[in-house]
């Protein structure tokens, strides 16, 4: 009997002009579901990045911000496209958006893209209009623009942005391992977790300034930092107190060992596209202190799996003080609840392949027609 070839796989090429952090998390998502999406995934990403990625074989580039630097990840993008010839070329996050953008005319024809911002710029700064400008542009290039949030969806069609913007919110993949408690979180007192980058975004300083009120008065607090700045950064500020730990960047395999050993996690965040944080801290019955700004209200249900807060020191100095009334169980138990239901890998997973179906068959028959 004759053997069948194995069916076509579309291959996707993920441009990043930085992946350290969310990217890389949401990356790492795409390519452990790539059998289920029906699809192969290829990389451009930093040299300097590749060990936050799953995938060990990508194409890489000298990570550069500023003109220089988009033009080089420009040029990268055509000459990876000539020697690759993928189906869709998908670009994460502004920097690589630009540059695909700006790649787009030297591409062949019929060349299929797709763009997700990971949080648009228009909306951590709505009075700098010259962002609003550039990502309205860059959301109407590709052939179908995500948006990770339902909060950024409404709002990129309320000013403007392409229509064919479409919501697929994140997730994050079930633990691979069952995590165990650490030894490095004291269970006498009350830990608290702080997951990402050094950053304005972030609101690394808010935090930073509410640990300086609480332990002017208050010792029943360990505060862990999971992370560090991405970009170089002279005056970034790390505290010098007892009660507070940095951990620098940790393994997605070892991750949610810290997770499983905090009592919360906070999010300060001045904005944030989606907040992946906030769904790692619930696949491991971990409530979440969060800002509501961005998305975070989305995720973040107030007094049932975790609280919000107005972003402010003040009231985060003022939640974290009042944590020891809470009912952290009954949180930490609707935290799973909303991992499974609401934000699961299957519904991500679900949407992609949807997409990515849609996309190649307009593909598919645009070229016919030509043909014709």
């Known amino acids: 009997m004759k053997k069948l070839p194995p069916p076509y796989l579309p291959k996707i090429l993920n441009i990043a002009e930085t992946i350290k952090g969310g990217i890389a998390s949401y990356l790492n998502i795409l390519e452990h579901q790539k059998?289920?999406?029906?699809?192969?995934?290829?990389?451009?990403?930093?040299?300097?990045?590749?060990?936050?990625?799953?995938?060990?074989?990508?194409?890489?580039?000298?990570?550069?911000?500023?003109?220089?630097?988009?033009?080089?990840?420009?040029?990268?993008?055509?000459?990876?496209?000539?020697?690759?010839?993928?189906?869709?070329?998908?670009?994460?996050?502004?920097f690589a958006g630009l540059a695909l953008t700006l790649a787009t005319p030297f591409l062949p024809k019929n060349s299929k893209t797709l763009?997700?911002?990971?949080?648009?710029?228009?909306?951590?700064?709505?009075?700098?209009?010259?962002?609003?400008?550039?990502?309205?542009?860059?959301?109407?290039?590709?052939?179908?623009?995500?948006?990770?949030?339902?909060?950024?969806?409404?709002?990129?069609?309320?000013?403007?942005?392409?229509?064919?913007?479409?919501?697929?919110?994140?997730t994050v993949l079930p633990s691979l391992i069952k995590p165990e408690s650490s030894e490095i979180f004291?269970?006498?007192?009350?830990?608290?977790?702080?997951?990402?980058?050094?950053d304005y975004q972030k609101g690394y300083d808010i935090l930073c300034n509410a640990i300086d009120e609480i332990n002017r008065t208050n010792n029943n607090f360990t505060f862990h930092f999971i992370g560090d700045a991405v970009l170089e950064n002279l005056e970034l500020r790390k505290l010098n107190y007892n009660n507070v730990r940095y951990h620098g960047w940790i393994d997605n395999k070892r991750i949610d060992t810290y997770y499983a050993s905090a009592d919360y996690l906070v999010m300060p965040s001045r904005c944030e596209g989606f907040g992946l944080c906030a769904l790692e801290a619930f696949r491991n019955s971990l409530p979440v202190i969060a800002s509501a700004n961005g998305a975070l209200p989305e995720i973040v249900r107030n007094h049932s799996n975790g609280i919000?807060?107005?972003?402010?020191?003040?009231?985060?100095?003022?939640?974290?003080?009042?944590?020891?009334?809470?009912?952290?169980?009954?949180?930490?138990?609707?935290a799973y609840r909303d991992y499974q239901t609401r934000f699961s890998p299957e519904k991500f997973t679900e949407k992609y392949r949807n997409l990515i179906q849609s996309i190649l068959n307009v593909s598919l028959r645009t070229t016919k027609n030509e043909k014709e």
């Open 186 to 198: 004291e269970n006498q007192k009350i830990n608290i977790l702080f997951v990402g980058r050094f």
């Open 115 to 170: 763009y997700c911002a990971h949080g648009w710029a228009s909306f951590r700064s709505p009075t700098r209009k010259i962002y609003k400008t550039i990502e309205r542009i860059i959301s109407k290039i590709p052939s179908a623009t995500i948006n990770i949030s339902r909060t950024e969806h409404v709002k990129s069609q309320e000013i403007g942005f392409s229509k064919r913007c479409v919501l697929i919110e994140s």
């Open 308 to 334: 919000l807060f107005d972003g402010s020191v003040e009231q985060l100095t003022q939640t974290l003080k009042k944590l020891h009334e809470l009912d952290r169980s009954t949180m930490a138990q609707e």
């Open 35 to 94: 059998d289920e999406i029906g699809c192969k995934f290829e990389y451009l990403i930093p040299a300097s990045h590749a060990d936050q990625l799953s995938n060990k074989t990508p194409f890489t580039h000298k990570h550069s911000r500023g003109i220089l630097g988009i033009l080089g990840l420009t040029k990268e993008i055509i000459r990876i496209n000539k020697e690759t010839n993928p189906d869709i070329l998908f670009a994460h996050s502004t």
